[in-house]
């Protein structure tokens, strides 16, 4: 395998190098350098698990500098320390002519996958340059499970801020703690760009969980993970707050998946955030996990009634928490929330079909219910239910949105069915027909 790269590197015609678990040898990864120099076509490499150790990486770091067209790489699992990141730091540094009109030069990395290494704290200092401060070109870097330690928070962070392209920093097990994570996310609203923000497995602990909450309204994160960090309801609820501090919130994916500490009060709290009609309440999450917490039934309930009030939310994970009727009954809400996502297109219910639908959940689904939610309520499915107005300008409005909800009789009915058992469930009580 490793002849037949050689011989694609000289051919220069493939635009993608995979070595991919793939023993490279000293002499080879020699050989290697010497052929990527010469070429001028690769532009994605893998070299997962090819075992090339400080002296591996140095040699085809300078190969890379040299041929200047490689975009993406991955060098995980090959046991790279500080002298491997020290020569591969210059591939992520955009370097500034003296002239000012001179465009900057970006120096070819996009992409970085450092996973399971050997990578600490100084190793990472060097790799970001924090000696020699400079603009970072990186896009996406991946630092997973190295032993990066809380020492290096104050170093990603500065690194952060020196990176405008960043978009994707995956840092899951790589024990940052509690202060790293702190000081992290002192920059992450000077982050504009970051989207993708992974600190799963690095423990943690409520006072990270908080900190991350409290500036998450003034960053740009679309998708948060953090699973497995010793969280409780502390922070849970910190961060069911943050979804709702601003009205421009662009979180869409929250992971707190194996949180055990975690239960019914966040669930309920993000609940409310979920449930709150607009322009207080959140529209911008549609995909939550937490799966392998302690949220129960009652939970799940509070869930539920947030995929009723807001179509928004698209894909829910509770894990084992709940049982398969409760779990049948969030995914027919759910399969609703997704048609509505992808438009698909909805037939105008008519007399016939309207026979199926009692007016109580015809006003859940409409959103008339939403004018009589406060956020003290436990649960929109109560006795309050608001009553229609019988005036003109109301009922033309409840037609209107009721256009846009499915009337087939089968799709209705199964809506009617896991709205009364949630209903049962939390109330112990049946919707009653108007």
């Not at 990186?138 to 500065?158: D, K, M, Q, R, T």
């Not at 607009?278 to 949220?295: M, Q």
Request: proline share 3%.
């Amino acid at each position: 395998m490793l002849v037949s790269a050689v011989e694609q590197l000289s051919a220069g015609q493939d635009r993608s190098l995979n070595l991919r678990g793939c023993s490279v040898c000293k002499r080879a990864s020699h050989g290697l350098a010497v052929a990527l120099r010469g070429n001028t076509s690769v532009e994605e490499m893998d070299l997962h698990g090819a075992q090339l150790d400080d002296e591996g990486v140095a040699c085809l770091a300078g190969a890379l500098l040299e041929q200047g067209r490689v975009r993406h790489l991955d060098l995980g699992a090959n046991g790279a320390g500080a002298a491997a990141a020290r020569a591969l730091s210059p591939l992520l540094r955009t370097e500034w002519a003296a002239d000012e009109d001179t465009p900057p030069v970006t120096n070819v990395l996009r992409t970085l996958r450092l996973a399971r290494n050997e990578l600490n704290a100084d190793a990472c200092a060097e790799l970001l340059s924090a000696s020699q401060p400079s603009t970072l070109g990186v896009e996406s870097l991946s630092l997973a499970f190295n032993p990066l330690s809380s020492a290096a928070g104050e170093i990603l962070a500065g690194g952060l801020r020196r990176a405008p392209s960043l978009h994707t920093l995956q840092l899951q097990g790589s024990s940052i703690g509690s202060s790293g994570c702190t000081a992290l996310a002192a920059v992450l609203p000077e982050a504009r760009v970051l989207k993708h923000l992974d600190l799963c497995a690095n423990d943690i602990g409520d006072a990270g969980g908080q900190a991350i909450a409290q500036v998450l309204p003034h960053s740009r994160i679309a998708e948060l993970l953090v699973a497995h960090n010793r969280l409780t309801d502390t922070a849970g609820r910190a961060l069911s707050i943050g979804l709702v501090r601003r009205r421009r919130c662009t979180l869409q994916l929250l992971v707190l998946r194996g949180n055990k500490r975690i239960g019914d009060s966040t669930a309920e709290a993000i609940s409310k955030a979920l449930s709150a009609p607009r322009p207080h309440g959140n529209r911008s999450l549609t995909s939550l996990d937490l799966a392998g917490t302690a949220v129960t039934q009652a939970g799940a309930m509070s869930l539920g009634d947030a995929l009723v009030c807001n179509s928004k939310l698209t894909s829910l994970d509770l894990g084992r928490g709940v049982n398969e009727e409760t779990a049948r009954a969030l995914e027919v809400l759910l399969a609703h929330n997704r048609s509505q996502a992808q438009r698909i297109e909805r037939v105008v219910p008519n007399e016939s079909a309207q026979e199926h639908v009692r007016l109580s959940v015809q006003q859940l689904y409409t959103g008339a219910s939403c004018k009589g939610f406060s956020a003290s309520s436990p649960t929109m499915l109560d006795n309050s239910l608001p009553e229609v107005e019988a005036d003109a300008e109301l009922v033309m409005r409840l037609q209107d949105q009721l256009a846009s909800v499915s009337v087939e009789t089968e799709h209705l009915q199964s809506k009617v069915a896991a709205l009364e058992h949630l209903a049962t469930r939390s109330l112990g009580v049946g919707l009653k027909p108007a």
